[in-house]
T-cell receptor, first 116, second 116 residues
Framework: DAGVIQSPRHEVTEMGQEVTLRCKPISGHNSLFWYRQTMMRGLELLIYFNNNVPIDDSGMPEDRFSAKMPNASFSTLKIQPSEPRDSAVYFC??????????????FGPGTRLLVL | AQKVTQAQTEISVVEKEDVTLDCVYETRDTTYYLFWYKQPPSGELVFLIRRNSFDEQNEISGRYSWNFQKSTSSFNFTITASQVVDSAVYFCALSEVSSGYNKLIFGAGTRLAVHP
């Protein structure tokens, strides 16, 4: 079975440009999570969706960040305009809730973003 | 207050040595889940184990074993007869019922280097 798919795997852009990260969760999973990993802050949750609905976006750093999940098999995380401090690895994770909300989150390979 | 503490920043061992990675957590919830993830040099996050707060039985999976002790709020991970392929960053994480189990709180990670 395919795991969580993220694209692109690497992105290099210039400050001020718009960046869109994409995620395809594991088929059948009800919840989707976006995390960011930096040296300074470690792994932190940005936003999560249940059944395509955003539930908690309190981790989104500022208005420059937005996330959507138009259907059960696709989500985007957009940064506009991007800044050098947004450079990080962005992970998408998905989870099935069929066994209860404590189920395991499975992570994608991540997108390594560098903003120059 | 840091909820998941991995006090060992880096550990270096020689192949075939046993190594224990420490994880101490803090929570007011009586119901929670604990996880370990592995992040190899390629960068992805690989799920290793999930344990709920009501199950204090130790678990063994091949060369891996986990020791969960609620009395000391610890969930330690031991690799027996380490191998070079075990070299990675290992993360311990906590998911609490108060967050609907929707937020994984990660420790800072322990970087394990296994030398031939």
């Amino acid at each position: 079975d395919a795991g969580v798919i993220q694209s692109p795997r690497h992105e290099v852009t210039e400050m001020g440009q718009e960046v869109t990260l994409r995620c395809k969760p594991i088929s059948g999973h009800n919840s989707l999570f976006w995390y960011r990993q930096t040296m300074m802050r470690g792994l932190e949750l940005l936003i999560y969706f249940n059944n395509n609905v955003p539930i908690d976006d309190s981790g989104m750093p500022e208005d420059r960040f937005s996330a959507k999940m138009p259907n059960a098999s696709f989500s985007t995380l957009k940064i506009q305009p991007s800044e050098p401090r947004d450079s990080a690895v962005y992970f998408c994770a998905s989870r099935s809730n069929s066994g209860g909300a404590g189920e395991t989150q499975y992570f994608g390979p991540g997108t390594r973003l560098l903003v120059l | 207050a840091q909820k998941v503490t991995q006090a060992q920043t880096e550990i270096s061992v020689v192949e075939k040595e046993d190594v224990t990675l420490d994880c101490v957590y803090e929570t007011r919830d009586t119901t929670y889940y604990l996880f370990w993830y592995k992040q190899p040099p390629s960068g992805e996050l690989v799920f290793l184990i999930r344990r709920n707060s009501f199950d204090e039985q130790n678990e063994i999976s091949g060369r891996y074993s986990w020791n969960f002790q609620k009395s000391t709020s610890s969930f330690n991970f031991t690799i027996t007869a380490s191998q070079v392929v075990d070299s990675a960053v290992y993360f311990c994480a906590l998911s609490e019922v108060s967050s609907g189990y929707n937020k994984l709180i990660f420790g800072a990670g322990t970087r394990l280097a296994v030398h031939p």
